[in-house]
């Protein structure tokens, strides 16, 4: 994965949400899906690296399938067909107690399409900030047609919250040099948050400070007055054209199939049917 361009990254990532976004279809989603698998293990990530991502990601899934979709049945709305099979007609038992849920066949199946749409675009897009090199961002952007002003809008938006996490540790390593201490147990809640203070304030002050910082930067050099060249250079090779041209393939293969042949509305294979029925 670091052997190819980020522009190639970026397009490839895009036309993948494109691609997943234009259609219901399960099938298509399926294969959309395994190329996204695919895409996500060329990273090479371990799940030490990720977990925190993941784990945003997860709250995501939960609001909007197990909630949203499973519980209430609001996600499905306008794309699943009102009634259809419940999944316990009769009910069931819990605890000692009845239930009645009004899940539907379909509407379990549309979560298992919606699953399969999320992550895909999340296993797409969650490797960036974590193998691509952070001095890249702004000439990637600048490279990919965007202004030179929002291209560097953007990689110090990338860069903001490693950076934050950065001057937080240095932060917590020289107050603990002081004799400060963060895990004592000791003390109710508005104590415990007192004693956050010596690390808040300076790393706010610090952020609001480099901010300025930067700012002054650039308008001394004439930032935004003319366009800009990059220090980190970017270069294409035969493999990023390779995945420029499959991307555009496959975004239009996707197109085609939803919209010329009527395949972006969402169905129900008949399997799935059995695996409920008595």
Not at 163 to 191: C, M, P, S, W, Y
Not at 228 to 239: D, G, K, Q
């Amino acid at each position: 994965m670091d052997h190819i361009d980020p522009r190639a990254r970026f397009i490839f990532s895009f036309a993948l949400l494109f691609s997943a976004t234009a259609t219901w279809n399960p099938n298509i989603l399926f294969v959309i899906f395994l190329i996204a698998i695919i895409w996500y293990s060329m990273g090479r990530l371990t799940w030490k690296e990720t977990k925190v991502g993941w784990f945003m990601i997860s709250i995501l899934l939960f609001t909007m399938i197990v909630v949203n979709t499973i519980i209430t049945g609001g996600g499905a709305g306008g794309v699943v067909p009102p009634g259809g099979q419940l999944v316990w007609p009769n009910g069931f038992e819990l605890f000692g107690k009845h239930f009645t849920f009004g899940l539907t066949v379909e509407r379990l199946w549309f979560a298992v399409s919606q699953l399969m749409r999320i992550l895909s675009i999340s296993l797409a897009f969650i490797m960036i900030p974590y193998t691509m090199d952070s001095r890249a961002y702004g000439a990637t952007f600048s490279k990919l047609g965007l202004p030179d002003g929002l291209a560097y809008t953007m990689e110090l938006s990338f860069r903001f919250i490693p950076t934050l996490a950065r001057n937080f540790q240095v932060t917590l390593d020289a107050q603990r040099a002081r004799g400060f201490e963060l895990d004592g147990r000791k003390g109710n809640i508005l104590h415990k948050i007192r004693r956050i203070a010596p690390l808040l304030i300076p790393v706010t002050m610090n952020a609001i400070v480099s901010s300025e910082d930067i700012a002054n930067a650039m308008d001394l050099r004439g930032f935004g007055q003319s366009k800009r060249t990059w220090l980190h250079e970017l270069i294409f090779h035969w493999w990023d054209w390779v995945l420029i041209v499959f991307s555009v393939i496959m975004l239009a293969t996707v197109l085609v199939l939803a919209f010329r042949f009527n395949m972006r509305l969402f169905s129900v294979p008949q399997w799935w049917y059995g695996l409920f029925s008595k």
